[in-house]
């Protein structure tokens, strides 16, 4: 099975291009979501991270993303550790959704698919690019969050340049997306020609 890696900046449009995949029956595994959902409910990686953070990584039972956050904030080492127990986690998790899927090709969407390594595991790789100005102003008003936590996500992940480099397929979404969703049809086309060929 083909798997599609789909990538972007945080705000690029990944959910919104991942939903246009599931409505053409692709599966798609959401590796933000399925992080998030581990880390609350996955026995062996909440001890891990109780060891490395100690008691108060949870809080009510719920992964306390806010304590982690300031914890790894500045420790390259600390963030280092946490990406190496959960990592590897979503990894498996990933691979036993792949063996469930029936399908030509599945889509892993991952706004950190390349600072993970896990593009390696790709077959083909999407990305979404969009201006920074635009995608801080989409998350803003997405999230209720300040320009300033964006941005400070932005500089924690690569920039478009370096992702578009290591791709196969881009989409800009600068514009309407209706715009983008031309664009998607277009890709979404070239992808099967491109599976069947390979
Ligand atoms: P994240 O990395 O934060 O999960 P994402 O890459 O999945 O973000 P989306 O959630 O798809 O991005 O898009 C960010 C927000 O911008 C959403 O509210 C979405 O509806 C909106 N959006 C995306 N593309 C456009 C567009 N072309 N025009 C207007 N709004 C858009």
Redesign the pocket.
């Known amino acids: 099975m083909y798997i599609l890696g789909l990538t ?1 900046g ?7 291009i991942g939903k246009w995949f599931l409505e053409k029956g692709i599966p798609v595994y959401d590796s ?1 979501k399925e992080a998030k959902l581990l880390m609350n409910e996955n026995p062996s990686l909440k001890s891990q991270l109780i060891d490395l953070f100690g008691p108060e990584t949870y809080l009510n039972n719920e992964y306390n993303r806010k304590f982690v956050a300031e914890q790894v904030f500045e420790n390259k080492e600390k963030l280092a550790a946490l990406n190496a127990i959960v990592h590897p986690a979503v990894f498996h998790h990933f691979q036993e959704w792949v063996s469930l899927q029936n399908s030509e090709f599945v889509v892993k969407e991952a ?1 950190i698919l390349f600072e993970s390594g896990s593009y390696k595991d790709c077959d083909f790789i999407l990305t ?1 690019a969009a201006d920074e100005s635009i995608r801080i102003q ?2 803003m008003e ?1 999230d209720q969050v300040t320009q300033e936590q964006v941005q400070a996500r932005i500089a924690n992940q690569w920039t478009d340049e370096q992702r578009i480099e290591k791709s196969d397929f881009v989409l800009y ?1 600068n ?3 209706e715009d ?1 969703k031309n664009q998607f049809h277009k890709t979404y086309k070239k992808l099967l020609k491109r599976i069947q060929r390979s």
Not at 10 to 16: A, N, Y
């Open positions: 972007g945080i705000g690029s449009g990944k959910s919104t933000d706004a979404v989409r998350v997405r979404n514009a309407s997306l983008l």
